[in-house]
């Protein structure tokens, strides 16, 4: 059973800094892509960052770049997303969301993690 298991979520000053994880479980092969969404209050959920294992490739949104970095840890299976000079506007409630083909699309991601809160406020 395929697993996508969150942590790190919390309330932060702006400015400050925080590391979300995302550990995989239970696949029977190796995905092609994994994505960080949020979802912030009344908004739509939005992907932040999409890296394409099969390809190298990481893409960030605009608003995040320069800040927030992607990294994994093969051994552990797990896929970080570290967030630094947060701003409020970061509130959000943050996803992982894994496909098995090389898509950042939301529509077409696979297996979701159940998602974790981060709340940027003075």
């Known amino acids: 059973q395929v697993q996508l298991v969150q942590s790190g979520g919390g309330w932060v000053q702006p400015g400050g800094s925080l590391r979300l994880s995302c550990q995989a479980s239970g696949f029977t092969r190796p995905y092609d892509a994994i994505t960080w969404f949020r979802e912030a209050p009344g908004k739509e959920r939005l992907g932040v960052v999409c890296?394409?294992?099969?390809?190298?490739?990481?893409t960030y949104v605009d608003s995040v770049k320069g800040r927030f970095t992607l990294s994994t840890d093969n051994v552990k299976n797990t896929v970080y997303l570290e967030m630094n000079s947060l701003k409020p506007e970061d509130t959000a409630v943050y996803y992982c969301?894994?496909?098995?083909?090389?898509?950042?699309?939301?529509?077409?991601?696979?297996?979701w993690g159940d998602g974790v809160l981060v709340t940027v406020s003075g």
């Open positions: 969301a894994v496909a098995e083909s090389k898509t950042c699309r939301i529509d077409d991601m696979d297996f």
């Open positions: 890296f394409v294992t099969a390809e190298g490739r990481t």
